[in-house]
C-alpha cells in the first residue's frame, strides 16, 4: 500500500490507519483501495500520494473569513461532543463504535477549522446536557438533525468564503452528507 496525504486535514493515510473511523463511513477504505481519508472523511479527490499539503495564502485569511471559520470550528467541536457522549449513553455495541467514528471525524473537522483559520487552539464550549436523549432512537434524530445543520452551514456560507476555502467548505459538505444517511436510523 502507498502512504498518501490528506489535502485537507493533512494526515498521512499508510497501511496501519486506512481502516480507521470506518463506520462512519457508507464505502469503506481497503488496504488495496483508499476512497477516502480515514481522518476526516473526504473522498480521493482530496487525497494525494506526494508529500504536499495545502498552503493557503494567509492574505485571504481576512476577518471575515476567521468569523466563518471559528463559527465552524465551534459547530464541528458541538458535533464531536455530542457524539461522543452518545457513544457512552447507548448499549447497542455498533452504534457505540459509530458514534465514536462520527465523533472522532467531526472532531478533526473542527482541527481543520482550526488549521485554517490560524487559531492558536480549540475552544472549549460549555458540557450540554445530552439525557433527554435517552434512547437510540432520539440519539439518532438529534444526530440527524446536526448533520442537516452542518451541510447548511457550508452551504451558508460557501460562497462568503475566499476561493481557496471553497474546496474545504465542499469536501467537508460532502462528508456532513454522508453522515446525514448514516444516521436517519432504521
Known amino acids: 500500500m502507498k502512504k498518501m496525504r490528506c489535502l485537507i486535514c ?3 493515510i499508510n497501511e496501519k490507519n486506512y481502516d ?11 488496504d488495496n483501495k483508499i476512497i477516502r481519508c480515514p481522518f476526516c472523511g473526504v473522498t480521493e479527490e482530496y487525497l494525494s500520494d506526494d508529500e504536499s499539503y495545502i498552503d493557503l495564502d494567509k492574505r485571504d485569511l481576512d476577518d471575515k473569513t476567521r468569523k466563518i471559520l471559528d463559527i465552524g470550528m465551534k459547530l464541528e467541536m458541538f ?15 455498533e452504534l457505540k463504535k459509530m458514534f465514536q467514528d462520527l465523533s472522532n471525524v467531526e ?3 473542527a482541527r481543520v477549522h482550526k488549521n485554517f483559520g490560524g487559531f ?12 433527554k436523549h435517552n434512547t437510540d432512537e432520539l440519539l439518532f434524530i438529534e444526530a440527524n438533525k446536526r448533520e442537516k445543520h452542518a451541510v447548511e452551514f457550508y ?10 476555502y471553497k474546496n474545504i467548505f465542499r469536501a467537508l459538505a460532502d462528508v456532513e452528507k454522508e453522515h446525514i444517511t448514516i444516521t436517519q436510523g432504521d
Open 79 to 93: 458535533n464531536s461532543e455530542f457524539y461522543a457522549e452518545a457513544s457512552k449513553q447507548t448499549n447497542n455495541m
Open 20 to 30: 480507521r473511523n470506518s463506520s462512519s463511513f457508507i464505502d469503506k477504505n481497503t
Open 155 to 164: 452551504e451558508r456560507y460557501y460562497n462568503q468564503v475566499p476561493e481557496a
Open 10 to 12: 493533512g494526515m498521512i
Open 107 to 109: 472532531m478533526m473537522h
Open 120 to 131: 492558536e487552539q480549540l475552544p472549549i464550549l460549555r458540557k450540554m446536557d445530552y439525557t
